[in-house]
């Protein structure tokens, strides 16, 4: 059996491939915002509520953390929101697919697991083909904004983005900043920090000029 649909907060493939994003998810003219891997944090809601002019995308491999986010929406706001959607899929399956081209204004990806193990790197999410597809999925002015409590991997992101035409660092060496706790982004920010961890935060810009087409 299917998990049931999640009316009106949650958006299924059958909605991006029969409808299409816009359709599924109007208006149309507002900008769209989306957050890989928005799990059980609060960053998407907080941002819907603060920005109404955006839509809010959520993109999570887990059902179950989708519907902890929608049923804490639907526990804080008696109406709906209308500018905030989850989607249950893998990211790699819609972005090149259903945001490319020039869709999005602004991704945001915090602390996508390091998969730390020499044999596990291949599952690492910020690796040269999907970075391409970001930077295809990308408005022109669209950004990046990454973050990671693993040295590893931010410098394993930055060696990426040396091969990716579509996406510029827009940090000096060493490609990244460690921000300050004034500046917490996610509720899991607190909880590396108070573990002592340092956070590596990222910006990468649309590069100036047509992105590559995905994949290439």
């Given at each position: 059996m299917g998990h049931p649909v999640l009316a009106p907060y949650e958006l ?88 490319a081209p020039g869709r999005v204004h602004a991704f945001h990806v915090y ?84 573990e002592g961890r340092t956070i590596h935060a990222m910006r990468f810009n ?11």
């Open positions: 299924t493939w059958e909605d991006l491939r029969l409808a299409g994003l816009d359709a599924a998810f109007p208006p149309a003219d507002l900008p769209l915002e989306v957050e890989i891997g928005c799990g059980d944090d609060d960053f998407l809601l907080r941002s819907a509520e603060q920005r109404p002019g955006t839509r809010w995308l959520g993109i999570e491999y887990s059902h179950k953390r989708v519907r902890r986010q929608i049923r804490r929406i639907e526990r804080l706001h008696a109406q709906p929101l209308s500018n905030v959607r989850f989607l249950w899929r893998p990211a790699r399956d819609v972005v090149r697919p259903f945001l602390f996508p697991d390091p998969w730390p193990k020499a044999h596990h790197a291949r599952y690492r999410l910020l690796e040269p083909s999907f970075l391409a597809d970001l930077a295809a999925a990308l408005e022109p002015a669209g950004v990046v904004h990454f973050a990671t409590d693993s040295r590893d991997y931010a410098e394993e992101v930055v060696t990426a983005l040396a091969d990716v035409s579509g996406l510029v660092n827009t940090l000096p060496a060493p490609g990244w900043v460690t921000t300050p706790p004034a500046e917490r982004t996610t509720v899991f920010e607190e909880r590396w920090r108070a649309r590069a100036p000029g047509p992105a590559a087409p995905p994949g290439d």
